[in-house]
């Protein structure tokens, strides 16, 4: 018995060393990149040590007193509101009736819209490209923001297996209260769909807050430029006939930039698990 004891015990702190090795491993280019924004050029180029062996603050200065970084992070700002706000709102509308309605051609609906997954963004950045050109777009989030408000189909789909998921007896009482169909949304099933909404704002602002290729395609001036850009230029600079790449300010750039989703992870966690579970309740 005290045998079987032991080795449970032991199996238990084997197991618990493996996930702190694991953890270790997969958080060590998050603590090297945090070490990388305390040294200096000449330290982060000759030496790979985790601890800086002398501490500065100046990639830190330069990037508080010395770049726009502020204007960066207000346009990073206003792109992942601005898209997560239009998603949520145009998303959720569009999942609605495919989940709580019946009309001629729904699933036909549901199949184009689920089958709009299949094909790859970067294969509709040229095209979009020339249109969004075409209207003086260009140069500015508008690209980017204004498509949110169609709807994108993920979220159009988390939506719909949440919704399925709530005993459409609720939309019937509403109803007999003298609720409209648009009365039955908002009073009924969003207070009911904190979950997916959290998860579907935290996933689709993680995503906007670290996109880099959309706006590489649309933005050339320094006015609407995001983190994502700057972190690729603006801490580059010529030195003679030398280029250089002042890789601890971007080190310590990209540490500031790693806080907000963490924060937003750690706040939504619990939701996010709850709503992934919920959205697939019912087929």
């Known amino acids: 018995m005290n045998s079987a004891k032991v080795k449970k015990k032991t199996g238990r702190i084997l197991i618990f060393i493996l996930k702190i090795l694991v953890a270790v491993i997969m958080f060590s280019p998050i603590i090297w990149v945090f070490s990388g924004g305390f040294k200096n050029l000449t330290e982060f180029t000759t030496t790979s040590d985790i601890i800086p062996k002398n501490v500065t603050l ?27 706000a239009g998603t949520l709102m145009s998303s ?12 001629p051609g729904k ?22 490209y020339i249109m969004f050109g075409k209207i003086g777009w260009l140069d500015s989030l508008l690209p980017m923001m204004i498509p949110a408000f169609f709807a994108y189909p993920y979220n159009v789909f988390l939506f719909r297996q949440f919704f399925r998921s709530i005993p459409k007896e609720l939309d019937e009482a509403a109803t007999i209260d003298g609720c409209s169909r648009l009365g039955v949304f908002f009073k009924v099933l969003l207070p009911l769909s904190k979950s997916t909404f959290t998860t579907i704002g935290v996933l689709s602002s993680v995503f906007w807050w670290n996109e880099l290729t959309q706006p590489v395609f649309y933005i050339n001036s320094d006015k609407w430029r995001t983190l994502t850009i700057a972190l690729m230029t603006t801490f580059m600079y010529t030195s ?21 989703p963490m924060l937003l992870y750690l706040f939504g966690s619990r939701f996010l698990v709850e709503g992934i579970k919920t959205s697939g309740l019912k087929g």
């Open 240 to 260: 003679g006939n030398a280029f250089v790449i002042n890789w601890p300010s971007i080190m310590a750039a990209s540490s500031l930039m790693i806080l907000p």
């Open 58 to 84: 100046e990639n830190f200065r330069y990037i508080f007193f010395h770049s726009n970084y502020y204007l960066y992070v207000r346009n990073t700002v206003l792109l992942m509101a601005g898209t997560t």
């Open 107 to 128: 699933k036909l609906i549901f199949s184009l819209i689920v089958g709009t997954m299949m094909i790859p963004n970067i294969a509709l950045i040229i095209p979009q």
């Open 92 to 103: 959720s509308l569009v999942a609605y009736p495919l989940a709580r309605m019946e009309f």
